[in-house]
């Protein structure tokens, strides 16, 4: 990235008005989500444990494996084992042939290629006469999932990772937007990837640096790549360090997790880390999501808040709620705490497709031997069952925010019902406020419990479109100020909240106060050089600047700052920062219409008609959506 020159007489800007920087959030905030600094959450200058020598440190599955070779030998054909692989060694599932290559989703086109070992992602947009108006092609470093279900896949750009929306779904075998990705508005290429999704797909990250967010070591971003022994078990280095000085064997090893050891609800905790997501996961202050540790509850660092169902109207389930519904089935409420995950899963070994229907029938008559299925064996022997358990008392579910896809219903129901496809990724409707999952709050104080209410609530409101509820929150983070007024993600939050009430004042106080704890937030740098751009504050070019240089993939991002390049009458720079931003989004109208109003003004009169009939032909297809 060019570095412009200092921004030394940017002082008077284009007055574009709220309503510009308004839209303008609306990307901000799906790009990077209501908690993107909550890794640092909590005081200045909090962080999570890191890499204390004293402690017990990590070293890996291949250490484990030294001794539990068997063991590892099985768990590397589990899907676990395969969460996160680079894209030049993944097992080859997707259909690259030409014919499959290529799909329509929102006006644009996809297409899919592979070439000298590397796998491209190209979004494609066409005229009226078949001409293309942009082709944006990335190359993708990494694949996320085992391809079970399906297959997404990671662009690294230095120290930081961005998901494409492109992704392989293996049960319709065919290519499609990825999940999250709606035909009518979605991320393309510049969905930042952090710690709360890395935490579940991948063993363990590098992060760049103990202060840092969402960035990881550029050379090579994680330590292991996907999830491994430790995940489980905890960190080994004690662990190894005693068994390889001492051949004598301790039954009661305190230096390592070995989950059937633990209470029960210890043991959920270490499978909910990743499969209990709920609406919400919200962090105790100075906590990161790695700092949990097997053996000790999940809600000592995170509380996971729900909805009162994961299902819709159609009865379809929210993609990662398998935990939720369990709970809600009555093998789980009859066993009175004895039902677990563990209970059906292996977490060492998954049975082969061959093996699946008798080895979940040995685990439902685990329970169920005195009293099995109550139809006639003939009847048990029929199609599609064909003697499975789960055939009929966990059918599949079709997903409601993942498309292409179904799941067990793990309500282990009596009787089979159907759900439609999903379509489109649903609005949260307005409903009753999310409640902590199961007992999970029982470790916050009255303040904390106050604390994470109010980032629930302003998570809720968003989603939904609740302003009452957003006011109630934003009345809950005043509060919580008065009495600690250290607390910078909740002031953070509060500086959001003004924002959205479009109360540009306050929320401008609020963040240059969280700024100052927290000089490299993206997301206080983006709405405080919103915020300046919208008032002519000569503050805002800083900002945007700063903005750029933590992450230049920004498409939209580019286009206040080149505004106020040209105001400032630095018109060249201002052309090359729109050349930029466009080509990192090609789809951002106004950035489009700034650099043809510079190249006129260049006399540049021919490629600034060209941009305009651009703006004109990308935005009708746009409007489509």
Same mark, same amino acid.
């Given at each position: 990235m060019d570095t412009p020159s200092e921004d030394r007489g940017v002082e008077k800007m284009p007055r574009a008005g709220l309503l510009i920087a308004l839209v303008a959030v609306i990307g901000f905030v799906a790009w990077f989500g209501w908690e993107r600094d909550e890794e640092l959450a909590g005081k200045p200058g909090a962080g999570g444990t890191g890499e204390d020598p004293s402690e017990n440190n990590y070293v890996g599955s291949r250490a484990c494996a030294e001794c539990h070779q068997q063991i590892a030998a099985d768990y590397s054909r589990h899907p676990m084992a395969r969460t996160l692989q680079p894209v030049g060694t993944a097992e080859l599932i997707e259909d690259f042939d030409a014919d499959r290559q290529r799909f329509v989703g929102g006006q644009r086109t996809y297409q899919i290629e592979r070439?000298?070992?590397?796998? &491209?992602?190209?979004?494609?947009? &066409?005229?009226?006469? %078949?001409?293309?108006?942009?082709?944006?092609?990335?190359?993708?470093? &990494?694949? +996320?999932?085992? %391809?079970?279900?399906?297959?997404?896949?990671?662009?690294?750009?230095?120290?930081?990772?961005?998901?494409?929306?492109?992704?392989?779904?293996?049960?319709?075998?065919?290519?499609?937007?990825?999940?999250?990705?709606?035909?009518?508005?979605?991320?393309?290429?510049?969905?930042?990837?952090?710690?709360?999704?890395?935490?579940?797909?991948?063993?363990?990250?590098?992060?760049?640096?103990?202060?840092?967010?969402?960035?990881?070591?550029?050379?090579?971003?994680?330590?292991?790549?996907?999830? %491994?022994?430790?995940?489980?078990h905890g960190p080994g280095g004690q662990h190894v360090d005693l068994y390889s000085s001492s051949s004598s064997v301790n039954a009661v090893d305190p230096l390592i997790v070995s989950s059937g050891k633990l209470a029960g609800h210890l043991q959920d905790d270490i499978c909910n880390q990743c499969h209990l997501e709920g609406k919400i996961r919200v962090l105790r202050p100075g906590k990161r999501f790695d700092d949990f540790r097997p053996g000790e509850p999940l809600g000592k660092t995170w509380t996971v808040y729900v909805a009162e169902s994961p299902f819709d109207g159609e009865g379809r389930p929210l993609f990662t709620s398998h935990v939720?519904?369990?709970?809600?089935?009555?093998? &789980?409420?009859?066993?009175?705490?004895?039902?677990?995950?563990?209970?059906?899963?292996?977490?060492?070994r998954a049975p082969t497709v061959d093996e699946r229907a008798s080895f979940y029938k040995s685990r439902c008559n685990s329970c169920h031997d005195k009293r099995g299925c109550s139809l006639p064996t003939a009847e048990q022997q029929?199609?599609?069952?064909?003697?499975?358990? +789960?055939?009929?008392?966990?059918?599949?579910?079709?997903s409601r925010d993942?498309?292409?896809?179904?799941?067990?219903?793990?309500?282990?129901?009596?009787?089979?019902?159907?759900?439609?496809?999903?379509?489109?990724?649903?609005?949260?409707?307005?409903?009753g406020d999310w409640q902590p999952f199961g007992t999970m709050d029982q470790h916050l104080s009255d303040g904390e419990r106050r604390r994470a209410d109010a980032l629930a609530w302003f998570r809720q409101a968003a989603d939904a479109g609740d302003r009452e509820l957003?006011?109630?929150?934003?009345?809950?983070?005043?509060?919580?100020?008065?009495?600690?007024?250290?607390?910078?993600? +909740?002031?953070?939050?509060?500086?959001?909240a003004w924002f959205r009430?479009?109360?540009?004042?306050?929320?401008?106080?609020?963040?240059?106060?969280?700024?100052?704890?927290?000089?490299?937030?993206?997301?206080?740098?983006?709405?405080?050089?919103?915020? %300046?751009?919208?008032?002519d504050d000569a503050s805002a070019a800083r900002h945007f600047r700063r903005l750029l240089e933590l992450n230049p993939n920004d498409g939209e991002a580019h286009g206040p700052y080149a505004d106020m390049l040209e105001s400032a009458?630095?018109?060249d720079e201002a052309i090359r920062m729109a050349e930029r931003g466009l080509a990192r989004d090609p789809t951002v109208l106004d950035l489009r219409r700034s650099l043809a109003r510079f190249l006129h003004k260049a006399g540049r009169a021919a490629d600034a008609r060209e941009q305009e009939r651009k703006v004109e032909q990308i935005g009708r297809r746009l409007r489509r959506r």
């Open positions: 070439r000298d070992g590397e796998v &491209f992602h190209h979004e494609v947009m &066409f005229d009226d006469d %078949g001409g293309v108006l942009y082709d944006q092609a990335e190359t993708v470093q &990494f694949a +996320i999932g085992a %391809g079970v279900k399906g297959r997404s896949y990671l662009l690294q750009r230095k120290e930081l990772l961005f998901e494409s929306p492109i992704t392989w779904y293996s049960q319709t075998s065919s290519w499609g937007l990825s999940p999250g990705y709606p035909p009518d508005l979605h991320y393309r290429f510049g969905r930042r990837v952090g710690g709360d999704c890395l935490a579940c797909h991948s063993g363990r990250p590098a992060v760049a640096s103990a202060g840092s967010v969402d960035r990881y070591v550029a050379e090579n971003p994680f330590h292991e790549i996907s999830i %491994g022994c430790e995940r489980c939720e519904q369990m709970h809600a089935s009555r093998c &789980f409420q009859g066993s009175e705490g004895g039902m677990r995950c563990t209970t059906c899963h292996d977490p060492h029929k199609a599609p069952a064909a003697g499975s358990c +789960i055939a009929c008392h966990m059918p599949k579910l079709h993942v498309a292409h896809t179904t799941q067990a219903d793990h309500r282990v129901v009596r009787r089979m019902s159907q759900t439609r496809a999903v379509r489109d990724v649903e609005r949260e409707s307005v409903g957003a006011t109630r929150a934003r009345k809950r983070f005043e509060q919580i100020l008065a009495d600690d007024p250290d607390d910078t993600e +909740i002031r953070g939050r509060l500086g959001f009430a479009r109360n540009l004042a306050a929320a401008k106080k609020e963040l240059e106060r969280a700024l100052r704890s927290r000089p490299d937030s993206e997301p206080y740098l983006t709405y405080l050089g919103l915020i %300046g751009y919208a008032t009458g630095k018109l």
